[in-house]
């Protein structure tokens, strides 16, 4: 059927059609047409909404995505047609119903996914078959390979490439900021590609945006790691393993995040960087994402797996996942903090203990450090300021102030300080709930919002001590936050009343 | 944040926002917002798209389905925030996991489901994880009553009132245009919702729409039913078990049919009308839904068990499912089927018979007729010509012309006629095969089109002789299905040559 174009500026792969021509075309709202742009030949499936109002009869409202590729003018003629049902749901029954996907299989349905092909309801019948049905390693390597190959690659002349991950769910873990650097300085070439958080307070994305840009291609990523010798950006601008957002998009309301799919994930961004060696950081506690040792282990074999069939040398570190990283949860907060352990501050010793612990297994993976020597190389780096000489050269190749202190960042101006409510020792301290309630109080959007913890775990306080500060940059969002807090006592005092019924009247 | 009302004529539950309203909310495309209409009080959550042009900063779109129930207009003002997650997505996560749900979390699913809370996508989780993690029988009762209690009911004040259902995928299966009527004919109640195809050629409501309207309210159904005895309607306008086609619409892009959705969607239906007892028709056959004899025997017993806790009385007919019911496949071609059948043909016999021996079933379960004489009985009241008088009074009731003979109805007039391309038995209609060729040619949408089998499995037919007729309302579309057919070869003649390398010149 021949219809008009009117394009609409609205962000998603959908067209509008009146609904007495979707009748004729033979579709209802959430079925596929197939567009053809006759000048170009090209053709471009969208999924259908219909109106009976807002477009007459005889015309197409062609949304921004369907556009992407279509490049069609307001006014030109199209033709519209039913389109064939992807062969690629059949692979997703198949996934359903247990059974393995093969190689071309996995492929097709990560080009799907990488050209918006599948409906979100079609992508998250994928991921939740996956889910259940957990893929095996043939199946793991072949999706890593498919999200490496639907995307960019960096191509490095000189070896070996580094680089980490740390799995998250932990506030607070903004090591990213040091080991890059750390490793960088020792000579060796880091290009971190890095995440926005979805479900955190702050992601090394939303953390390094506050010292510079952190949007560029894969290219520029890998000029800018030439020159000196480590980035820190995000991964989603760069077009590397572009399926793995799609994905990670679609697990986002189940709050899952299946085995196999993380270790594609996350495999899939170091192969395409050209890691040549990986450390990952797998953070282990009740309130993280890995509740038990055993089952970090389980899960750092199967990452050595994937890494020997990808041929990355790959060694994970288990670190205590059940307590914040550091003292500060929230962008400036996190920047603040890991600047001022590499302006020279010893404290928070934790921060400064885990980076170089992370830092040091990549030195002597790569034989700049001999084997138990890495640490102390990392640490001594961090000493000697080299680590701050070369963050501050990666901040400027990446468009940001070379010259940026720790106090020249300002956290949120709207602040407010709980205090210990009894005298004890901290018992508690709730990764979700103080994740939560940092980003209630605006963080990662508003870069100052978060949290500053003044005691952690183990330590003793005095009543009317101050236990945590919430920053905010809005006053209306603190409002919100302290509201948040008295429901969610992320930190627990030994002692502390935990409910006083019928009135409760702490922190008033 | 305050906006201001845009409304747009989307038939979607959705919002658009400028990109950096969104921002300051907190929200991402595809994230909730709730909007408060603060004249009414009401709140309604919506899913978010974005744009930078189509709309300025400061108003909202309100797209329609969102306005269903938010009731603003153009140019008021609304406050607009970033909704909670549903709790809901917690319980289709431990379907996920494994987990059996609970009568309060079945509950509050399918509330969310008939609300529009849950996206297309959460949904599909949903769906996917009960059809990978199978229900038990409580899950399944929990479910048929929540989809009951969601819905309008029919409450009946004489008893029994009988129902029918049959399991779709055999092409053709127009019984109830027969079963209703002759159980009606008899004195007893059937009101008989019904669908309208979404993968089929023809729903038992796209078949009664070409004698009368099939769009009524619960409240009518129980009304014209009081009055004639029965009625033939379209469930969808009933708004009984609407939690049902939602998840069918979802179910669709894959084909599947979960086990446990399916007993509830029947079953809720049959309850929500007050069904003393039913007669659920299960095709058996290669190219039914249900394969094995086996199979049909299992899904009929949890059929009885899931009545018995319904307390409906519940009796199975394993039927023939490998070939179409009768000759025709496509709204008119079928009604014509059946009315000469009414009218006093003794041809389709596999159709008389089908349908006689299904009412029959339910004639002696009600104590109409006694043991074994239920399809004597039935064949008697169409012999008589008293299921026709019924049909027609069920026609007059809805508002079509009761005056209505197989004569007047005409299918339609682009017909091409495939020949047998050799001389032998035919061994194989394959059904995928045959209802993907009617829907080619316009099925259901065109009325018209369709398949009229001259020959059927087992019949010895000669070289040129005609073995089907396709229908077709538009010449293009029936060139489309006389090309389809050519790749699919619904029907096979012993003999026959299946392909001709290099030149295929059969049918031309």
Redo the contacts between chains.
């Keep these: 059927m021949k219809l008009t174009v009117k394009l ?5 792969r959908e067209v ?1 059609l009146h609904t007495e021509d979707a ?1 004729n075309i ?1 579709v209802m ?2 079925d596929r047409v197939q567009i053809l742009n006759e000048g170009s030949g090209v053709t471009v499936a969208a999924f259908v ?6 477009l007459p009869k005889g015309t197409i409202g062609i949304y ?1 995505i369907t556009n992407e590729r279509l490049q069609v003018t307001d006014g030109s003629a199209v033709e519209v047609r039913r389109a064939e ?1 992807p062969v690629t ?1 059949d692979f ?2 198949k996934k ?1 119903d ?1 059974e393995h996907l093969s190689k071309e299989e996995t492929y097709a349905i990560i080009r799907d996914v990488v050209e918006d092909n599948l ?7 994928y ?3 996956c ?3 957990e893929m095996d390693m043939d199946e793991v390597e072949h999706l890593t390979r498919a999200m490496v190959d639907t995307g960019e690659r960096l191509r490095f002349h000189t070896h070996p490439i580094v680089d980490k991950h740390s799995i998250g769910g932990v506030p607070g873990n903004k090591i990213s900021l040091l080991v890059v650097p750390i490793i960088a300085a020792s000579g060796l070439k880091i290009p971190k590609t890095s995440s926005r958080a979805i479900t955190g307070a702050g992601g090394t994305a939303d953390l390094m945006e506050v010292l510079a840009p952190v949007n560029f291609t894969a290219a520029e990523v890998q000029q800018m790691t030439e020159k000196v010798g480590g980035a820190i950006v995000w991964g989603g601008a760069t077009n590397i393993a572009p399926a793995d957002d799609k994905i990670i ?2 697990e986002y ?4 995040d299946a085995r196999g799919q993380m270790l594609a994930s996350v495999m899939a961004k170091k192969f395409a960087v050209g890691a040549d060696l990986a450390v990952i950081d797998i953070p282990v506690g009740t309130h993280a994402k890995v509740k038990t040792v055993q089952d970090g282990r389980r899960l750092a074999r199967e990452f050595i797996e994937l890494g020997d069939r990808l041929k990355i040398q790959v060694e994970c570190a288990i670190t205590y996942g059940d307590s914040p990283v550091g003292r500060a949860i929230g962008p400036k907060l996190e920047v603040i903090e890991a600047l001022r352990i590499l302006e020279g501050a010893e404290s928070p010793g934790s921060l400064l203990q885990k980076s170089v612990s992370i830092a040091g297994m990549a030195l002597e993976m790569s034989g700049k450090a001999a084997r138990w020597k890495g640490a102390e190389m990392a640490a001594e780096i961090v000493k000697k300021g080299d680590a701050l000489k070369k963050l501050r050269q990666i901040i400027e190749i990446q468009g940001g102030d070379p010259n940026v202190k720790s106090d020249d960042i300002e956290p949120g101006k709207h602040q407010f300080v709980v205090n210990a409510p009894a005298t004890g020792y901290v018992i508690e301290l709730n990764n979700k709930a103080l994740i939560s309630l940092a980003r209630t109080a ?1 963080a990662p ?1 508003d870069k100052g919002a978060g949290l500053l913890l003044h005691a952690k775990k183990g330590n003793r306080v005095e009543k009317g001590e101050p236990i945590f500060t919430i920053f905010a940059e809005r006053s209306w969002r603190l409002q919100k936050a302290i509201e948040e807090g008295r429901q969610l006592m992320p930190v627990l005092v030994e002692g502390m009343l935990l409910d006083r019924v019928p009135q409760d009247t702490r922190w008033t």
């Design positions: 609409m500026d609205i962000g998603t509008l009748g033979g709202p959430g909404d219909t109106t009976t109002s807002l921004r049902r749901l997703i029954r359903m247990g409906s979100a309801a079609e992508l998250t019948a991921i939740t078959a889910y259940i049905n998009i679609q309301p189940f709050r899952i605006g959007h």
